[in-house]
């Protein structure tokens, strides 16, 4: 499902139209950016699933066209536990 659809499904579903719906999707998706601003912050939707950010150390990894090892920096990442009413 696209971005467009997930739209257009919440416009339909709620009776609003699909401007309305496309503000109210992106508010959802800035209000869990700006929850995991913070270091090893995390933001939980019961019943949908877990939002959370953790670090990724730095470690060694390999180029695969000349098998020449590099090294990765670390970083921050997303992850997403699903529910257990999703699954």
Known sequence: MTKAELVE??????GIS???AGKALKSFMDGIAEGLKK???RVTLVGFGTFKKVY???RMGRNPQT???IKIKGRNA???KAGKNLV
């Not at 499904?9 to 709620?14: E, I, L, N, P």
Request: net charge positive.
């Open 78 to 80: 997303v992850t997403f």
């Open 9 to 14: 499904k919440m416009a339909k579903d709620a």
């Open 56 to 58: 990724r150390k730095t």
């Open 18 to 20: 699909k401007v309305a």
């Open 39 to 41: 270091r090893n912050s």
């Open 67 to 69: 098998g020449e090892k």
